[in-house]
Every structure is written in structure tokens, then in C-alpha cells.
């Protein structure tokens, strides 16, 4: 393993939105100090490339190119939203 993480993980800058309306939504309530650029600074986000789309597109933060690589060549995926559910959903 190349890294290990020290605490916790901020899954809201681990995988960003970078659909313009979706990255608007996660800019918005992360704010300037915690929001990752798209473009234009030295810290952007990675984006990843998928096979199939569900119509939505992620990048990863900028310290883990090791997970954009393994994305990329389909040895990795991310699942979002997992755990125990706090309601029944209808």
C-alpha cells in the first residue's frame, strides 16, 4: 500500500462531482475553503473515465492518482451512499 489514511476519510472531496450543475451543488455547500477546482489551480480533480455512464461524471482529489489509475484500468469502483438505512424507503 502506498498510503494509509490517519483518521478519517472526507468522502465529499474523494470523489467531486464535475457535472457543471452537480459541481455548482457541491461547491456551494462545501464552500471556498473545502471545495476542490475543476480547472485553473494546481490542486484539480482527476477525472475518471467509465466505461458505461449512469449520466453523471466524478473525478477523484488530486493526492490519489493511484485511484484514478486503478478506475481507469477497471480494477477499481466506488459505491456510493452504503450502509445501514435509518428508514425504510417507499
Do not use: Q
Not at 49 to 65: I, K, L, N, Q, T
Amino acid at each position: 500500500m502506498v498510503g494509509s489514511l490517519s483518521g478519517g476519510n472526507d468522502s465529499n472531496n474523494l470523489i467531486v462531482p464535475t457535472i457543471s450543475s452537480e459541481y455548482d451543488d457541491y461547491a456551494a455547500i462545501r464552500t471556498d475553503l473545502l471545495a476542490l477546482p475543476l480547472s485553473g489551480a494546481p490542486n484539480v480533480v482527476l477525472p475518471l473515465s467509465a466505461d458505461r455512464s449512469d449520466g453523471h461524471e466524478y473525478g477523484v482529489h488530486p493526492a490519489c492518482p493511484e485511484l484514478a489509475t486503478l478506475f481507469g484500468e477497471s480494477k477499481l469502483a466506488f459505491l456510493f451512499n452504503t450502509g445501514t438505512l435509518l428508514h425504510p424507503m417507499t
